[in-house]
T-cell receptor
Framework: GENVEQHPSTLSVQEGDSAVIKCTYS??????FPWYKQELGKGPQLIID?????GEKKDQRIAVTLNKTAKHFSLHITETQPEDSAVYFC???????????FGQGTRLTINP | DSGVTQTPKHLITATGQRVTLRCSPR?????VYWYQQSLDQGLQFLIQ???????AKGNILERFSAQQFPDLHSELNLSSLELGDSALYFC?????????????FGNGTRLTVT
């Protein structure tokens, strides 16, 4: 399969709280899982990625976890700030089709 | 700034017409990818080129074609345009051709077909 499901589609959190976005994938051979942030009027920007030989990766306030058995991965943003407001996309490599498939996106709003 | 340049930023044209979108990849990147982003479809992979050769194909319509030139810039040609082709078209580039090479996206071309 080539599906990447992303939830929730919208998320609103108070500044300083944590935000979690979850994705599931169907291709058991997938081995690369990047996350992108897209601000209004701009292209998606890579913020963190994880490969299948790692279960967790952290970069300052951003972390990604991967559960290969369950075929899901999550983005965690701690101590959220107004500039974190954007649309976030997960993606997974689909080996057979030689492409990266993106989730439908999550619009994250940080309320001051 | 990702280093990927796309022109034009906006394009308004009529149904039945043909347009060309242009992309210059980051310096040193050999792969170029084209994606279509519409409100109800998210980011859809169209096609990938690596060092001038087609590498992978996604949901690209027969009315659409692309190529990568010796200087590594790429063009996406859209012909016999329909209203449903209105979307944001993104170009991305990466160093390698493998799927685990991080993609760097340009800021897109917004196409409006009237």
């Amino acid at each position: 399969g080539e599906n990447v499901e992303q939830h929730p589609s919208t998320l609103s959190v108070q500044e300083g709280d944590s935000a979690v976005i979850k994705c599931t994938y169907s291709d058991s051979a997938s081995n690369y899982f990047p996350w992108y942030k897209q601000e209004l009027g701009k292209g998606p920007q890579l913020i963190i990625d994880i490969r299948s030989n790692v279960g967790e990766k952290k970069d300052q306030r951003i972390a990604v976890t991967l559960n290969k058995t369950a075929k899901h991965f999550s983005l965690h943003i701690t101590e959220t700030q107004p500039e974190d407001s954007a649309v976030y996309f997960c993606a997974a490599s689909i080996i057979g089709a030689q492409k990266l498939v993106f989730g439908q996106g999550t619009r994250l709003t940080i309320n001051p | 700034d990702s280093g990927v340049t796309q022109t034009p930023k906006h394009l308004i044209t009529a149904t039945g017409q043909r347009v060309t979108l242009r992309c210059s990849p980051r310096s040193g990147d050999l792969s170029v990818y084209w994606y279509q982003q519409s409100l109800d479809q998210g980011l859809q992979f169209l096609i990938q080129y690596y060092n001038g050769e087609e590498r992978a194909k996604g949901n690209i319509l027969e009315r659409f074609s692309a190529q990568q030139f010796p200087d590594l810039h790429s063009e996406l040609n859209l012909s016999s345009l329909e209203l449903g082709d209105s979307a944001l078209y993104f170009c991305a580039s990466s160093v390698g051709q493998q799927l685990n090479s991080p993609l760097h996206f340009g800021n897109g071309t917004r196409l409006t077909v009237t």
